[in-house]
């Protein structure tokens, strides 16, 4: 996944791209994020979605089943 600000600096809007296997499969419009604020129940979960889901179309938890090589976050915060 990759997130393009539209400016620089926290809780601002962009565009996002998704990948698989590096091939773009998706990408759209984000609007202005939140700086940093989560409830108690939400975590960053890599192969399943511990907190609420992200989508009505799954009950969570939704566990992938497949392989995950490899994760990376990258943080513009700063620039």
Same mark, same amino acid.
């Given at each position: 996944?990759? +997130? #393009?600000?539209?400016? %620089?600096?926290? %809780? *601002?809007?962009? *565009?996002? /791209?998704? +990948?698989? *296997?590096?091939?773009? $499969? %998706?990408?759209?419009? $984000?609007?202005? /994020? &939140?700086?940093?604020? +989560?409830?108690?129940?939400? /975590?960053?979960? =890599?192969?399943?979605? %511990?907190?609420?889901? =992200?989508?009505?179309?799954?009950?969570?938890?939704?566990? +992938? /089943?497949? &392989?995950? #090589?490899? =994760?990376? =976050? *990258?943080?513009?915060?700063?620039?």
């Amino acid at each position: 996944m990759e +997130f #393009d600000y539209e400016r %620089a600096g926290p %809780a *601002n809007g962009g *565009n996002i /791209t998704m +990948f698989i *296997n590096g091939n773009k $499969v %998706a990408e759209g419009k $984000v609007e202005p /994020t &939140m700086p940093s604020r +989560f409830s108690d129940d939400e /975590t960053l979960d =890599v192969g399943l979605d %511990a907190g609420s889901p =992200v989508s009505d179309q799954y009950a969570s938890p939704f566990k +992938f /089943t497949g &392989m995950i #090589d490899r =994760v990376e =976050v *990258n943080s513009a915060a700063g620039e």
